[in-house]
């Protein structure tokens, strides 16, 4: 059952893979899934000619995901942390208000924040593909408040004894004991936001502000659906995330097991 429910999984990469290898004729007159013969990377190579540019949009995506993870990720644990252990007015009540916006869709916002960031001039900027989603989302926010509730009071405690305060007690007690929620955390965030398409093609549809998934479905429409130019681009969107995973995977089973236990 692992193995089938694994070649379910692999199933999609492997076809990308393969047929990035192969040239339009092959696809058009093989298998999906049998080997490239000859194997090209042509389609590779195209990508970052002067006809496609796809440079553009790797180095917009990484900036936007580096811009829009740092924010999440210390905003996230700051408000984690100061719902988790501060002593408050209103701290539950702030809480829960917050985390009751996880039952508003996405894609419900669109059209105001749309309406916000054109009135402010953002359209067509690295602004307004970040500002909207700068700050910690309540995903996050929940997931860290009730790691950090887990642990034993006691530590903190101890720290405040020896005269720490709060950031320190943050930055020396919290932080190095939930390494494998914040690792899973990262990876969840990074993911979300490389694979972000609706947003980025409402607000930014100018090519040079395409980001990976918009430049990659352009090319099913306006070059006629070369489907070995589409998975060359998809796997180049997928290796720094499988990369991401194997360094993190360590991690993540163990925050899976934190979890359960």
Do not use: C
């Amino acid at each position: 059952m692992l193995i089938a429910g694994a070649g379910l999984v692999v199933g999609p990469f492997v076809f990308s893979v393969l047929t990035a290898m192969k040239t339009p004729r092959q696809f058009s007159t093989t298998v999906p899934l049998s080997l490239p013969d000859p194997v090209t990377f042509e389609n590779f190579t195209a990508l970052f000619t002067d006809a496609y540019d796809f440079v553009v949009p790797i180095a917009v995506t990484a900036q936007m995901v580096a811009v829009l993870v740092a924010g999440q990720m210390i905003s996230s644990v700051l408000a984690a942390y100061a719902f988790a252990t501060l002593r408050f007015p209103g701290r539950d009540a702030l809480f829960w208000t917050y985390l009751a916006t996880l039952m508003i869709p996405a894609v419900v916002t669109i059209i105001p924040l749309y309406s916000m960031l054109t009135s402010a001039g953002l359209r067509n900027t690295f602004a307004g593909l970040v500002v909207p989603f700068l700050l910690g989302s309540p995903y996050a926010i929940f997931l860290l408040r009730e790691n950090f509730r887990s642990l034993p009071t006691e530590l903190l405690d101890a720290a405040t004894i020896d005269g720490a305060g709060a950031l320190r007690r943050l930055w020396y007690v919290m932080l190095p004991l939930n390494r494998p929620i914040l690792a899973t955390l990262l990876l969840i965030t990074v993911v979300t936001q490389w694979n972000s398409f609706i947003w980025p093609s409402v607000i930014a549809p100018a090519p040079e502000w395409n980001v990976m998934t918009v430049a990659t479905a352009s090319l099913q429409t306006q070059y006629s659906g070369n489907w070995t130019l589409v998975m060359a681009a998809t796997t180049i969107a997928l290796a720094p995330l499988v990369i991401l995973f194997v360094v993190f995977q360590r991690q993540i089973t163990r925050s899976i097991g934190i979890g359960l236990r």
